[in-house]
C-alpha cells in the first residue's frame, strides 16, 4: 500500500442498460450470498463480500454481469489483455468497507447496482448510485463509508495479462 494522500485519477461512467440489468445482479447476488453466507472478506463491516473469483471458473450464469464485464473491456488501456475477475459486495444499512487497495491488478471497477452513497477513492469522494462505474487503479486506497441504505456493488478487478511472446510488444506500448 502506498502511504499518504495521493491523488488517484477516478474515471466515472453510467452504464447505460442500468435499469434492465439491476434486477438480474441483485437476483444473482442474493443467490451468492444464500449459498455463500459465511463467505465475507476482512474488509467488510455489517456486509457481505462474495469471494474473488468464487463463481468465475464456471459458466456464472448471470448473463447481466458478462454484459457488465463486455462494457468495462473496452474502458482499459488496450496493450494488452485482460483477466476480469469480480465479485459483489453487499452493505446492510450502517454497513462499511474498510480502507483497502487490490494491489495485485492494474484496475479496479466498480460497479453501484442499489443503493445509494460515497465512494472515497484517495482524498476524492465519488457519488455512488444504481448505473455509476468507477474505474481507478488498484493501487489506490479507497473505501465506503458507512451506508444509510442497503447497497450492493459489483468490483471488477482487472489484471493485466501479457501472452507468451507479447512482452515486447507491451514495453513498446508503455514506452510511448
Same mark, same amino acid.
Given at each position: ?9 477516478? !474515471? ?5 442498460? /442500468? ?9 444473482? #447476488? ?7 453466507? !459465511? /463467505? =465475507? ?9 462474495? #469471494? ?7 459458466? =456464472?450464469?448471470? +448473463? ?18 485482460? !483477466? ?6 453487499? &452493505? ?26 460515497? &465512494? ?7 457519488e455512488t448510485k444504481p448505473g455509476r ?14 451506508? +444509510?441504505? #442497503?447497497?450492493? =456493488? ?23
Amino acid at each position: 500500500m502506498i502511504k499518504g494522500k495521493k491523488e488517484w485519477p477516478v !474515471d466515472v461512467y453510467y452504464f447505460p442498460e /442500468a435499469e434492465r440489468i439491476a434486477a438480474g445482479l441483485v437476483k444473482y #447476488a442474493m443467490k451468492l450470498y444464500a449459498r455463500w453466507p !459465511d /463467505a =465475507s472478506g476482512g474488509v467488510a463491516k455489517e456486509g457481505w463480500m462474495s #469471494a474473488i473469483g468464487q463463481f468465475e471458473h464456471k459458466k =456464472s450464469g448471470c +448473463e447481466q454481469l458478462t454484459e457488465l464485464k463486455a462494457f468495462v473491456r473496452p474502458l482499459l488501456p488496450e496493450y494488452c489483455q485482460w !483477466d476480469l475477475l469480480s465479485h459483489f459486495n453487499i &452493505l446492510w444499512p450502517g454497513g462499511e468497507l474498510l480502507p483497502h487497495t487490490h494491489w495485485e491488478n492494474q484496475f479496479v471497477a466498480i460497479y453501484h447496482v442499489q443503493g445509494e452513497g460515497e &465512494l472515497v477513492v484517495g482524498s476524492k469522494r465519488v457519488e455512488t448510485k444504481p448505473g455509476r462505474l468507477a474505474i481507478f487503479h488498484g493501487i489506490a486506497e479507497h473505501h465506503v463509508p458507512k451506508a +444509510e441504505s #442497503a447497497r450492493i =456493488s459489483v468490483s471488477i478487478n482487472c489484471r493485466m495479462v501479457v501472452k507468451q511472446g507479447k512482452a515486447n510488444e507491451l514495453l513498446g506500448a508503455l514506452r510511448k
